[in-house]
């Protein structure tokens, strides 16, 4: 089992920053990929960004340039830097993880991320 804590989010003005990090803990030797990913109002969740075990990222278009992902393995945690932020980032964001062996999904509470114009 994997437990995943976030924290970081909250509210900003358009064109601000702000910084989202997840903590994983238990079998955190069992997890490949790591990521975010947001769910606003009415839609579904959407992946964000994830980097993997050897550090390959991936990003959503709608946020590449603006967003970055990193990682530390030694800590088991993830980053998620959000810079330039827009309304449309207005989300619930969750922190995932999945595992190497089963694939198994992982998932964090949520933490709001709220972008005035």
């Known amino acids: 089992q994997v437990q995943l804590v976030e924290s970081g989010g909250g509210l900003v003005q358009a064109g601000g920053s702000l910084r989202l990090s997840c903590a994983a803990s238990?079998?955190?030797?069992?997890?490949?990929?790591m990521g975010w990913y947001r769910q606003a109002p009415g839609k579904q969740r959407d992946l964000v960004a994830r980097?993997?075990?050897?550090?390959?990222?991936n990003y959503a278009d709608s946020v590449k340039g603006r967003f970055t992902i990193s990682r530390d393995n030694a800590k088991n945690t993830v980053t998620l830097q959000m810079n330039s932020l827009k309304p449309e980032d207005t989300a619930i964001y969750y922190c995932?993880?999945?595992?190497?062996?089963?694939?198994?999904?992982?998932w964090g509470q949520g933490t709001q991320v709220t972008v005035s114009s």
């Open positions: 980097i993997d075990s050897g550090g390959r990222t």
């Open positions: 238990g079998s955190t030797f069992s997890i490949d990929a």
């Open positions: 995932h993880a999945v595992t190497y062996i089963y694939r198994s999904d992982y």
